[in-house]
């Protein structure tokens, strides 16, 4: 009988401290959120990129993508070559249509469409792009 009673305190015993580590790994999880401005993110995601990667254009070709998890357009930044490029943007529930166009001057070369997405928080910033060949006309 004896026995018994000391296997039920031992088991109890067992599972306080199982719920004792369960409470402070939350603990934890709070403070990381708390470290991020209180908030977790989705890092946005590119698709639909066109033209194609590697495909040939013309010089003032308007090229497009989507974004998915973004909370504002204006955290987007995009170059093509190192150079700055102006961007329109269009919500289409749930995610971002984002429309631009290769500059007139970048002619006869590859370039690079580079996307920036910025973010306070470091873990939600996102980078992508792909590389198009520009023809002489």
């Known amino acids: 009988m004896k026995k018994t009673h000391l296997l039920a305190v031992l088991l109890a015993a067992s599972m306080f401290d199982v719920q004792a580590a369960m409470d402070h790994s939350a603990h934890r999880g709070r403070g990381a959120k708390a470290e991020t401005g209180g ?6 995601q590119l698709s639909k990129m ?3 990667h590697l495909a040939t254009v013309a010089p003032g070709s308007e090229f497009s993508f989507v974004v998915s998890n973004l909370d504002d357009p204006d955290q987007v930044f995009v ?6 490029v102006e ?11 984002i429309k631009g166009k290769i500059p007139e ?4 070369t590859a370039a690079r469409i580079d996307v920036k997405i910025d973010s306070k928080v470091a873990s ?14």
């Open 39 to 44: 908030a977790a993110c989705l890092r946005p």
């Open 87 to 97: 961007i329109q943007t269009e919500f289409k529930n749930p995610y971002y249509v």
């Open 124 to 137: 939600c910033r996102a980078e992508d792009g792909w590389l198009l060949k520009i023809s002489e006309n």
């Open 50 to 52: 066109q033209p194609a």
């Open 105 to 108: 001057s970048l002619r006869n």
């Open 79 to 84: 170059e093509v070559k190192r150079q700055p």
